[in-house]
């Protein structure tokens, strides 16, 4: 689960049909926002989805979301609609912006639950199907959404601190980059769990990069006992990588979530390791869930188990599979 720079709403309605268009995407990363005036495609039948998370313009981990859901609607002859934001009320307005548009589906993310049970209950009170994604394991079902496609964030921290002992570390800084973000606080809580180090958390200001830099070095500076930085986004373990540099300390940097710069990090030593919950996939199986509920009545996970996406541990060892698929926009 990641989260962007500034709060704020970018909205993108893409009609994607054309199969042609979904290909592109999938070999090369061009996007198809472009395709508006294709011809339909798949079996959609002019059906319309929205996607609503608390990601906003700019950030890398969620274009690669919008990007897997462009190539499912393009495969089904969906007309998708992306939207976000890092406000939690304003990304539950999104939801009844969807519901008052009559949308024939609905796919969100749950950063914050409780803000979204009301617009989820609407939803659902005008007999639209909705699918969670990305964050909200321990939520959705309570949410009352129908499906989950996602990391169990718990389950991946745990692994973490697994990880952190077979590479005898002793003091971990696991860094929080928004408060209150329930997926953020499980992954720490479950490196807490089994890691037989000391864990702490550090809470920065995740729309300031300079600010994330200058708070992890200033830590590292007063506590010569770190020996590893965990973030829980590719963009803040560049950050953290330059605080190691600024502050001399001799910790190593491993993170949760994965982009292309991340990915030569890791290839060169910079990083030790990535959490891959693989979020093209999280944005491609939320859309395709939708068009089959409506077509065919398939619930994914029966609608009482989520579907799992991560974790996948990308490391030095294994990170040429998938550098070029980040380098073509979709890892």
């Known amino acids: 689960m990641n989260t962007p720079p500034p709060p704020h709403t970018s909205v993108r ?9 979904a290909l592109c995407l999938l070999v090369s990363g061009c996007s198809v926002l472009g395709a508006a005036d294709d011809a339909a495609g798949g079996s959609g039948g002019g059906m319309k989805v929205t996607l609503v998370t608390h990601g906003g313009k700019g950030d890398a981990f969620w274009d690669l979301v919008r990007r897997g859901a462009e190539a499912a609607a393009a495969k089904d002859g969906v007309d998708l609609t992306y ?5 939690p009320a304003a990304q539950a307005d999104l939801v009844r912006d969807a519901v008052r548009d009559k949308a024939d589906g609905i ?18 009170a005008a007999g639209i199907p909705v ?26 921290g745990r692994a ?10 002793e ?66 373990a560049m950050s953290a990588v330059e605080a190691v540099r600024q502050s001399g300390s001799r910790a190593k940097v491993a993170t949760f979530d994965l982009n292309k710069d991340l990915v030569e990090a890791v290839r060169d030593g910079d990083v030790q390791f990535a959490v891959d919950q ?3 996939l999280q944005g491609y199986l939320a859309v395709d869930a939708l068009w089959l509920y409506r077509t065919n009545g398939n619930v994914s996970g029966g609608g009482t188990a989520p579907v799992l996406t991560g974790p996948a541990f990308v490391t030095r060892s294994n990170v040429s599979a998938v550098a070029r698929f980040a380098a073509a926009g979709t890892r």
Request: glycine fraction near 10%.
């Open 83 to 87: 939207v976000g934001d890092a406000d």
């Open 107 to 124: 796919a969100v993310t749950l950063a914050k639950p409780a803000a979204m049970r009301g617009p989820v209950a609407q939803a659902k």
């Open 13 to 21: 309605r893409t009609r994607v049909a054309a199969l042609a268009s």
């Open 278 to 280: 693989q979020p093209y």
């Open 160 to 169: 973490v601190g697994d990880k952190l002992d077979g590479l005898k570390a």
């Open 171 to 236: 003091h971990a800084l696991c860094v929080v980059h928004e408060r209150g973000n329930v997926a953020l606080e499980a992954r720490c809580a479950g490196v807490r769990k089994t890691f037989r180090g000391d864990t702490d958390n550090l809470y920065v200001d995740g729309t300031d990069p300079d600010a994330v830099t200058a708070t992890i070095a200033s830590r590292l500076r007063q506590d010569s006992s770190i020996d590893e930085v965990v973030t829980n986004g590719a963009q803040f």
């Open 131 to 156: 699918v969670g994604l990305n964050s909200g394991i321990d939520a959705w079902r309570p949410t009352g959404l129908l499906e989950y496609f996602g990391q169990d964030e718990s389950v991946a």
